[in-house]
T-cell receptor, first 108, second 115 residues
Framework: KNEVEQSPQNLTAQEGEFITINCSYS?????LHWLQQHPGGGIVSLFM???GKKKHGRLIATINIQEKHSSLHITASHPRDSAVYIC??????????FGQGTRLTINP | NAGVTQTPKFRVLKTGQSMTLLCAQD?????MYWYRQDPGMGLRLIHY???????AKGEVPDGYNVSRLKKQNFLLGLESAAPSQTSVYFC??????????????FGPGTRLTVL
């Protein structure tokens, strides 16, 4: 079993829909990261959180430390949100462990 | 700031050839990492460095060597390339001094094909 599991693996939605991507992990962590990888391949950091909730524009990330679970939400989704979203956790060794990613496609 | 840069962006090798991938960062980061990304798998750590002159093995180190002679540069070497090393390679950096949790910055990636 992977240390970091994401669901769903693939998600297709219509423009304007509310999107939720889930991440579960099985190890103790000091922080959880959400990353975005665009079709061109570049990877950018969206959020880093260790508790509670963070919001940036239409993106919201939450984490429940007790349940070892995090969610990434996108409100009013747009085709430009189409990308692979990656969850990663930083554990005791301070290295990141990555989930397999969720491929999101938003159709106009 | 250029952030994290990688050279080359693309490379095709024949089995048995050698090459070096260069990663450079201008953010004065202490830690640097080399990952590989393969279809259907998450990013996997090859080697990493916690400071100039130090290196350590990650999850999939076999067939690779690294060096960190200068703080801003982290080199990944393939001494004898194999088709199993066909992948996209990402360099990343983080960890400014004194902060336990830091955003990780990624380079644009190098697409390597070994024939």
């Amino acid at each position: 079993k992977n240390e970091v599991e994401q669901s769903p693996q693939n998600l297709t939605a219509q423009e304007g829909e509310f999107i939720t991507i889930n991440c579960s992990y099985s190890v103790g962590i000091s922080a959880l990261h959400w990353l975005q990888q665009h079709p061109g391949g570049g990877i950018v950091s969206l959020f880093m959180l260790s508790s509670g909730k963070k919001k940036h524009g239409r993106l919201i990330a939450t984490i429940n430390i007790q349940e070892k679970h995090s969610s990434l939400h996108i409100t009013a989704s747009h085709p430009r949100d189409s990308a692979v979203y990656i969850c990663a956790v930083r554990g005791g060794a301070q290295k990141l462990v990555f989930g397999q990613g969720t491929r999101l496609t938003i159709n106009p | 700031n250029a952030g994290v840069t990688q050279t080359p962006k693309f490379r095709v090798l024949k089995t048995g050839q050698s090459m070096t991938l260069l990663c450079a960062q201008d953010m004065n980061h202490e830690y640097m990492y080399w990952y590989r990304q393969d279809p259907g798998m998450g990013l996997r750590l090859i080697h990493y460095s916690v400071g100039e002159g130090t290196t350590a093995k990650g999850e999939v180190p076999d067939g690779y060597n690294v060096s960190r002679l200068k703080k801003q540069n982290f080199l990944l070497g393939l001494e004898s390339a194999a088709p199993s090393q066909t992948s996209v390679y990402f360099c990343a950096s983080d960890r400014t001094s004194g902060r336990p949790n830091n955003e990780q910055f990624f380079g644009p990636g190098t697409r390597l094909t070994v024939l």
